[in-house]
């Protein structure tokens, strides 16, 4: 079993930035792509981010230009910093990492709000 553990969550003024962390129990190089999701009551989950183990990345159109992927090989860690959040981007935002040879595994989630 792997697991994620997410952090990096809170309360945010428009136009403010956040930095999510994802701590995985295993090595990023196993792990084919580590992606950021969220979810708001009422809707479906949706990918707002991820990165490759090669190192590419992908953004939904609603991220793109104000994401950045950090990756720390040291601390299997992988965070997404967002920019110029707006009160759309209110979620809970969840990690999803797929491991080689065993699958994908999700964080439980942390909380992100964006108002003044």
């Known amino acids: 079993q792997v697991q994620l553990v997410e952090s990096g969550g809170g309360l945010v003024q428009p136009g403010g930035s956040l930095k999510l962390a994802c701590s995985a129990s295993?090595?990023?190089?196993?792990?084919?792509?580590l992606g950021w999701y969220r979810q708001t009551p009422g809707n479906e989950r949706e990918l707002v981010a991820r990165i490759f183990n090669s190192g590419s990345t992908e953004f939904a159109d609603s991220m793109k230009g104000r994401g950045t992927f950090f990756r720390d090989y040291d601390k299997n860690t992988v965070s997404l910093e967002m920019n110029s959040l707006k009160p759309e981007d209110t979620a809970v935002y969840y990690c999803?990492?797929?491991?080689?040879?065993?699958?994908?595994?999700w964080g439980q989630g942390t909380q992100v709000t964006v108002s003044s």
């Open positions: 999803s990492a797929y491991v080689y040879s065993y699958g994908r595994f």
């Open positions: 295993v090595g990023l190089s196993n792990i084919a792509n």
